[in-house]
């Protein structure tokens, strides 16, 4: 688009001429224009686990799920790193469901939530060993517990 030109704020496309240079320049809206796939989120990204305790992600979409819900399926690309249910239903006319992750080894995964008719989503998982580093400020040593 050329400067200082501004398209009308309810359009979704705008022609601009430019009359020195004899282009035309188009011009899109994207939030005038639907988003017509429903999508699914997966949070949060990164999740962050020790080997020591399990935690939780969280399946949004971006809209309420119909009469009869909506069945998602997840997969885990490392299922030596953690372990997850295959299916999870978000219960009709809610957007959102809470799925446990169990951590079975030390690495990185990726959890991968898809349904029909959706677009699908992706988080990463990062998993470590219980011991975590702290510092003393008596000594200023490093010690782990």
Known sequence: MLPGAAAPACAATAEVHDP????????VNPSAI???VPYITLSP????????????????????APPGGVWVDLTSS?????????????????????????PVGMGSTTVTASAPGFTSAA??????????ARWSSRNDT????
């Open 20 to 27: 020195f240079s004899g282009r035309t320049w188009a011009w």
């Open 34 to 36: 639907p988003s017509s």
């Open 45 to 64: 990204d990164p999740l962050n686990l020790t080997l020591c305790a399990p935690g939780t992600l969280t399946i949004t979409l971006s809209g309420p």
């Open 78 to 102: 490392d299922t030596t790193v953690i372990s997850v249910q295959l299916l999870v239903m978000v219960p009709p006319n809610s957007s959102d469901v809470n799925f446990t992750v169990t």
């Open 123 to 132: 988080a990463v998982v990062y998993v470590s060993s219980c011991l975590s």
């Open 142 to 145: 490093g010690s782990l517990e």
